[in-house]
């Protein structure tokens, strides 16, 4: 493998999810998964009936995430990942059911395994960010709760 085809350098894994029409279906397969499997039902009750724009946003991310255009900025703006979850509260348990899914949605789109296993590994760091922020938020209302008593 050259440096050019890396995960992780320049589009490289953009264009190994297939560009923008792979990760559209990989974000539709991790949507239809956590709406009919009971087991992201936590995960699956925080999203609105209508899911289109979810679906839209996370597509729209991950194509500049991984390394293609960045679509997400050029209809919605800049974002903050931890902001845009801040509503939530998401703990070890919901992180986990975030990457399961995703996991399962790479699996049932038949990516190659090292593929899978980077993109679960890289996803699992901005999962982590938003579960600790997510934590620390908390910690911070206990402690104020504490401290006006």
Known sequence: MTHRNAYGIDDYTYRSAGGEPGIRALVDTFYDL?????DYRTIWSWHPQD?????DKLARFLCGWMGGPRRYQEKYGAISIPQVHAHLKITKVERDQWLRCMTEAL?????PQPFIDYLIAQLAKPAELIRSTCEHREAGAFTSSIEES
């Open 107 to 111: 699996e049932l789109r038949a990516y």
């Open 34 to 38: 956590m709406s009919t499997n009971p």
């Open 51 to 55: 899911n289109r724009t979810s679906r």
